[in-house]
Nanobody, 127 residues
Framework: QVQLVESGGGSVQAGGSLRLSCAAS????????MGWFRQAPGKKREGVAA????????YYADSVKGRFTISEDNAKNTVYLQMASLQPEDTSMYYC????????????????????WGQGTQVTVSS
């Protein structure tokens, strides 16, 4: 199973930016899809951004389109989530995940499509 470790969370004011990192224990060829998810207290975990490792396609939730960017550095086995124009409603625990294969059960932004998860990193945005 792939080991994933997130970092880069913190506290920022509204309008600020953060970059989250997700270090993976395996090379990109075995990771298939990578996704970023978030979960606020009392809410369901939701997909934020996803990409096929080594591919060009990017997938974003409507709520973050134009503000968040997912990318990867294969030399570092790391996936990033660049977040800009952060708002209080972006406050959540953020998790990265990788799929077990190329066929996604529920689509790129569905939690059902991913089998390995990191421990999460907290993002807090104040108004």
């Amino acid at each position: 199973q792939v080991q994933l470790v997130e970092s880069g969370g913190g506290s920022v004011q509204a309008g600020g930016s953060l970059r989250l990192s997700c270090a993976a224990s395996t090379v990109s060829a075995s990771r298939y899809f990578m996704g970023w998810f978030r979960q606020a207290p009392g809410k369901k975990r939701e997909g934020v951004a996803a990409m096929q490792s080594g591919g060009r396609a990017r997938y974003y939730a409507d709520s973050v389109k134009g503000r968040f960017t997912i990318s990867e550095d294969n030399a570092k086995n790391t996936v990033y989530l660049q977040m800009a124009s952060l708002q209080p409603e972006d406050t959540s625990m953020y998790y990265c995940a990788t799929s077990a294969g190329e066929n996604l059960i529920g689509g790129p932004l569905s939690t059902e499509s991913y089998s390995s998860w990191g421990q999460g990193t907290q993002v807090t945005v104040s108004s």
